[in-house]
């Protein structure tokens, strides 16, 4: 009997000390990591204030290749939400909200030094009032961001969740530095260009039928401005002359798509529109359609690629009526027929000349990167559209340049950019024309802007 008694006080006794230790044990808390990444702020900022490349950067999928997301609320800033299930009973089942923002993100440039995005996160973790903090700051003068990745929580006088705060070095602090190290490399990824000044948006096109040729230009041998123009020039007669043979009606201005612009080389196709979508060939009538993927089985992926020459000369071989590896009906020599278009896509505006395309294009690519916008550049290349023709004056001299629509075909995105939901307007752009070779001037300003790209 004694032996019982002496066994119970015991029990008291650890009782006793559990409810004290329990009691003086915080009611709270808190675990942070740093990592400095080579991206300018925005970019960091807009990857974090979505929840579309979560799934790319956090450690749940290495915890579960299985696990499923799904995604609700807005697409972009407060209110964006993922959430989460998975069959392993450690992770569980959870989401997060986008709570807050600061500063908006049209207010940070290349002056603002810091910003702060938080997460409410919803998951078996013990306590109350969980968030994810994620501070960004500006390092140095060049394109480093500091980000501190910071979890808090609340343990009220929940006695069993305050001895959780002596696992926080556990799953919290692994998710975090994981996730950081992920963040790190998929931001490896993201065109290294400052969007800031862009002002883009998301516009749905109509499946358009075209005719188009592929193009080359060896940028080393001084393929510049003249060479395309000249190129675009003599495109667009064959292709007009095409038109008239299959008896059919141009509709529009003609069309640049951007197939590889890289140094040397510059391939590109040059497509005007057309009023059907159905053209006979040899007498057979022949319905285009979109691009496809090209096949990847084991005969296609045994032949190596083929260089612009010999993808020229392979094009004017081919037989009228086929179709090339991206399903295009070949129509005649290097002429072939598509439908184009056909779904969202990321619009932006340059003025100036051809050589601020690429950048645009650049710019487009980033923002669509952090932002999670989804696209494949080799079945739906970027394109441009020239909406209003540079004018020169007697002497030659350009009085005002040409303005130039922008595209980038998407395959996944919202119906908006961030820019379209707060009723932000792209710049007027009506400003001194820029410097040839300049990239997009920044919003609202008249003066050239800097040399950036240039096709010579």
Not at 64 to 72: A, L, P, T, Y
Not at 174 to 189: K, T
Not at 199 to 215: C, D, E
Not at 263 to 275: G, Q, S, T, Y
């Amino acid at each position: 009997m004694m032996r019982v008694f002496e066994f119970l006080v015991a029990l008291v006794i650890v009782a006793v000390i559990g409810v004290v230790a329990g009691v003086v044990m915080p009611s709270s808390g808190h675990v942070e990591r740093s990592l400095v990444v080579g991206k300018d702020m925005r970019q960091v900022y807009d990857l974090l204030n979505n929840f579309r490349r979560f799934p790319d950067y956090s450690v749940l999928r290495s915890q579960d290749s299985d696990v499923q997301f799904k995604f609700s609320g807005k697409a972009y800033g407060p209110g964006a939400e993922i959430s989460w299930t998975s069959g392993n009973a450690k992770l569980g089942d959870g989401g997060l909200t986008i709570a807050s923002a600061t500063p908006q993100f049209d207010q940070i440039d290349s002056n603002t030094q810091d910003a702060t995005i938080v997460w409410n996160l919803d998951n078996n973790w013990r306590g109350l009032d969980k968030h994810f903090t994620l501070d960004l700051e500006r390092q140095g003068h060049g394109r480093l961001t500091q980000v501190t990745w910071a979890y808090d929580v609340q343990y009220g006088w929940n006695l069993v969740n305050r001895f959780a705060n002596l696992y926080i070095h556990g799953d919290p602090d692994s998710f975090i530095q994981f996730s950081l190290n992920n963040l790190q490399n998929v931001l490896a990824g993201v065109a290294n260009v400052d969007y800031s000044d862009l002002v883009p948006k998301i516009a749905q096109s109509q499946p358009t039928p075209v005719l188009f040729v592929t193009r080359h230009i060896d940028r080393s041998k001084g393929g510049g401005t003249d060479t395309l123009n000249d190129i675009l020039a003599q495109s667009d007669t064959e292709l007009k002359a095409q038109a008239k043979k299959l008896g059919v009606n141009v509709t529009g201005p003609s069309i640049l798509f951007i197939t590889n612009y890289g140094d040397p080389d510059f391939d590109f196709n040059v497509a005007l529109p057309i009023d059907s979508s159905t053209l006979t060939i040899n007498g057979q009538s022949e319905q285009l359609t979109a691009p496809i993927a090209p096949s990847l089985d084991a005969t296609a992926a045994a032949e190596p690629a083929p260089s612009s020459s010999t993808a020229a000369a392979a094009a004017a071989a081919a037989t009228a009526g086929s179709r090339d590896r991206f399903g295009n009906l070949v129509v005649e020599g290097d002429v072939r027929a598509m439908l184009a278009f056909g779904g969202a896509t990321l619009q932006g505006v340059w003025e100036g000349t051809f050589n601020g395309v690429p950048q645009t294009v650049k710019m487009l690519t980033a923002y669509a990167q952090t932002h999670g916008y989804q696209f494949d550049s080799t079945v739906n290349p970027p394109y441009d559209i020239v909406v209003t023709p540079e004018v020169k004056d007697a002497s030659g001299a350009i009085t005002s340049y040409a303005r130039h629509q922008v595209s980038l075909p998407l395959n996944n995105a919202p119906t908006q950019t961030p820019e379209q939901e707060a009723g932000l307007l792209p710049p007027d752009q009506n400003g001194a024309p820029a410097a040839d070779g300049s990239a997009p001037a920044p919003a609202g300003s008249s003066a050239p802007a800097e040399a950036a790209t240039a096709t010579e």
